[in-house]
C-alpha cells in the first residue's frame, strides 16, 4: 500500500540526503535558540537528530549568522553528526541567502521577502509597467543567488508563507491560495529556464484550510507547467500541546493521503526535539511509512471480555522492549479487540491478533488464521509474543 499514490517528484540532493522520487518522506525541525550561540545549536541539532530528523534548519537573520553557520557546521562534524545537511532559514536580504549558500546544505528563501520591498499592508496599486519592473529585479537578483548554489552543490527552498504575501502580490491576487501559489510559480519558473532542479517547495499557513487548498492548487499548477519539484509540507503557528499535534495531523495528513509530501515539520510551541517523534507517528498514521509496531485496538464496549486497556498497555510494553532487539518488530501490525463479534474482521490486515473468545480467555490468530484457541488470560500476552517469536 506504501507509495501507491505518491505524486511523482523528482530527486533533490541536499548533502547526502536525498528527497523526492522514491525515497523516504525526510523528518525535519528548527533550532529555537540564536544563530550565533554555536553551543546552544550544536546541542539543539544534536538533540533532534537523535530524535529522527533528517535536516536541521537554523534562523539565519545576517551575515553574522549566516557565517556562524562554518562553526556550528564543524562542531557537528566534530561530534559526529556531519552528515546530517542543515539549512539556512532566510528572510529580507539576499546577501545572506548568499553567504549561507557557501557554508550549508540548503538554504530556504521567502518569495515574499527576497527583493519585493517589506510588506506596507496598504493596498498598493502596481502599473503592468511597475510589476513587470519588480519581476525583472526579482528574476536578476535570483539568478545571481541560483550561480551560487550551482557552484557549491547547495539546495535550495522556495518556501512561501501565506502571512508574508509581498505587496505586488497582494495587488494582483489579493490574499487568496491563487496568489500563494503565484507567489511560488515566479520562483520556480526561474529554477525550470535556469535548468536549477536542486528545489524543494513549501506553502505554509496557520489556517489548515487554506494550507491544504493551497498546497494542491500548487500541485496541479505545477504540472500544468511540467514541474515536479518535490513538496515539503508544514502547518506553521500550528501551537503546542495537543492543539498543535491534531491541526499538523489534519493538514499535513490531508496531503500526504493525497500522495502528496516529501519531507515534513511538525510545527510545535515545544522544544525541537518534541516535534520529530509526532512527524513519524504521523506518517505512520497515514500509512506512508512503518516506523514502529502498528496496533490495531477496538475501544471496548459492553461486550468486552477482558480488562482492554490493561492488556494494550502490557502488549505495547512487551513489544516495545522485543523491538529493541529484533527489528522485525517494528514490521509488524497486531490487533488486540475486546470479543469475536467484530474482531477478527476489523483487524483482517493485522499480522498476529489477540481476540477475546469468552470471559477470561483469549484466541490468538495469525493473520486471519485462528492459531491458539480460549488460552487463560492470564497467559495470553506471553503467548502471543512467543508466537511471534517463533516466526522470526
Ligand atoms: S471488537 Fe467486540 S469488544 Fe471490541 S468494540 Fe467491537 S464488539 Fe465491542
Redesign the pocket.
Known amino acids: 500500500m506504501f507509495f501507491d499514490m505518491r505524486r511523482h517528484t523528482h530527486e533533490v540532493k541536499i548533502g547526502k540526503l536525498r528527497i523526492g522520487g522514491t525515497n523516504k518522506v525526510a523528518v525535519q525541525s528548527m533550532t529555537t535558540c540564536s544563530t550565533m550561540d554555536t553551543e546552544g545549536c550544536i546541542e539543539q541539532c544534536i538533540r533532534i537528530i537523535d530524535a529522527g530528523a533528517h535536516l536541521v534548519r537554523l534562523t539565519t537573520q545576517g551575515t553574522r549568522e549566516a557565517e556562524n553557520l562554518r562553526n556550528i557546521k564543524a562542531g557537528l562534524i566534530e561530534r559526529g553528526y556531519g552528515d546530517t545537511p542543515l539549512c539556512a532559514d532566510v528572510h529580507f536580504n539576499p546577501n545572506v541567502a548568499d553567504v549561507a549558500a557557501t557554508i550549508v546544505e540548503k538554504v530556504r528563501i521567502n518569495p515574499g521577502n527576497y527583493v519585493d520591498p517589506a510588506r506596507q499592508f496598504k493596498e498598493l496599486e502596481y502599473t503592468d509597467e511597475e510589476y513587470a519592473q519588480e519581476l525583472k529585479r526579482l528574476d536578476e537578483r535570483f539568478c545571481r543567488f541560483l550561480n551560487i548554489c550551482r557552484e557549491h552543490n547547495t539546495a535550495i527552498r522556495i518556501g512561501v508563507n501565506h502571512g508574508s504575501l509581498s505587496d505586488r502580490i497582494m495587488s494582483r491576487y489579493g490574499d487568496t491560495p491563487s496568489g500563494i501559489v503565484e507567489s511560488c510559480m515566479e520562483f520556480l519558473r526561474i529554477c525550470e529556464r535556469e535548468k536549477f532542479p536542486n528545489v524543494v517547495v513549501s506553502i505554509k499557513a496557520s489556517n489548515v484550510k487554506v494550507m491544504v487548498e493551497s498546497v494542491r492548487l500548487l500541485c496541479k499548477e505545477m504540472e500544468k507547467e511540467g514541474m515536479d519539484f518535490p513538496l515539503h509540507l508544514g502547518v506553521t503557528e500550528a501551537g503546542e500541546g495537543e492543539d498543535g499535534r491534531l491541526k499538523s495531523a489534519v493538514g499535513i495528513g490531508s496531503l500526504l493521503i493525497d500522495g502528496i509530501g516529501d519531507t515534513i515539520r511538525v510545527s510545535l510551541s515545544e522544544e525541537p526535539e518534541c516535534e520529530i517523534p509526532v512527524a513519524l507517528g504521523l506518517l505512520q498514521a497515514a500509512g506512508v511509512q512503518r516506523t514502529k509496531t502498528e496496533f490495531i485496538s ?4 459492553g ?2 471480555l477482558y480488562d482492554l486497556q490493561d492488556t494494550i498497555r502490557r502488549i505495547k510494553s512487551a513489544v516495545a522492549e522485543r523491538a529493541k532487539h529484533n527489528p522485525r518488530y517494528a514490521t509488524l501490525k497486531i490487533g488486540i ?3 469475536i ?3 477478527p474482521g ?1 483487524m483482517a490486515d493485522a499480522d498476529y491478533g489477540y481476540v ?1 473468545a469468552a470471559r477470561g480467555k483469549v484466541s490468538l490468530y495469525r493473520g486471519k488464521e485462528c492459531v491458539e484457541k480460549n488460552i487463560p488470560e492470564g497467559e495470553a500476552v506471553e503467548r502471543l509474543l512467543q508466537l511471534i517469536d517463533s516466526e522470526q
Open positions: 477496538c475501544p471496548g464496549c461486550r468486552t479487540m475486546g470479543c463479534v467484530n474482531g476489523e477475546g
